[in-house]
T-cell receptor
Framework: AQTVTQSQPEMSVQEAETVTLSCTYDTSESDYYLFWYKQPPSRQMILVIRQEAYKQQNATENRFSVNFQKAAKSFSLKISDSQLGDAAMYFCAYRGAFAGAQKLVFGQGTRLTINP | DADVTQTPRNRITKTGKRIMLECSQTKGHDRMYWYRQDPGLGLRLIYYSFDVKDINKGEISDGYSVSRQAQAKFSLSLESAIPNQTALYFC??????????????FGPGTRLTVL
């Protein structure tokens, strides 16, 4: 079974600085998707970024980028120029790419605090 | 995501009561999901549906049932609520085609408390 591990329960960063959240996963599949979701205090689950395992290029979305290391099964999220609105719980998630794979497997989450 | 709505947003009920949580989407997606979130455990899949006639159990379906009334509507029922079903419940949708194939988009969540 696939597992996702986020080893940092909490992180903090100064406003305007850069922070990296770690995620590792375990799978025997060769094709899959990886995601980062953000959950602010409003509790809404918001998609931050998506990576397809067959793509070697790291995904980027404005201030958010990932470092995808397939061999190491690592998928970290870098937030540049941190803003107060980035404060939230961040979840890393995995989904297999084969037709029957529907479940998102989530990590335990990392709570990110932004210090003004 | 405003395209996925859940009702109610908060609900308090008593042990043994039947309760229904509803989800509607205007994204035109064919796939819908129900997850629950417990503190420290992330989200876990309860049920999912590929289309109106295709419903499947997830990893924690015991004590729950679902109904896909239309492509846009997917409801979750607790037949006889128990306290350990107290959790945050999320509905999600995804599309099997398009540039974001199979990316799941979540509703705002329903906080359910069973006393």
């Amino acid at each position: 079974a696939q597992t996702v591990t986020q080893s940092q329960p909490e992180m903090s960063v100064q406003e305007a600085e850069t922070v990296t959240l770690s995620c590792t996963y375990d799978t025997s599949e060769s094709d899959y998707y990886l995601f980062w979701y953000k959950q602010p205090p409003s509790r809404q689950m918001i998609l931050v970024i998506r990576q397809e395992a067959y793509k070697q290029q790291n995904a980027t979305e404005n201030r958010f980028s990932v470092n995808f290391q397939k061999a190491a099964k690592s998928f970290s999220l870098k937030i540049s120029d941190s803003q107060l609105g980035d404060a939230a719980m961040y979840f890393c998630a995995y989904r297999g790419a084969f037709a029957g794979a529907q479940k998102l497997v989530f990590g335990q989450g990392t709570r990110l605090t932004i210090n003004p | 995501d405003a395209d996925v709505t859940q009702t109610p947003r908060n609900r308090i009920t008593k042990t043994g009561k039947r309760i229904m949580l509803e989800c509607s989407q205007t994204k035109g997606h064919d796939r819908m999901y129900w997850y629950r979130q417990d503190p420290g455990l992330g989200l876990r899949l309860i049920y999912y549906s590929f289309d109106v006639k295709d419903i499947n159990k997830g990893e924690i379906s015991d004590g729950y049932s679902v109904s896909r009334q239309a492509q846009a509507k997917f409801s979750l029922s607790l037949e006889s609520a128990i306290p350990n079903q107290t959790a945050l419940y999320f509905c999600a949708t995804s599309d099997r085609t398009g540039p974001s194939t199979d990316t799941q988009y979540f509703g705002p969540g329903t906080r359910l408390t069973v006393l």
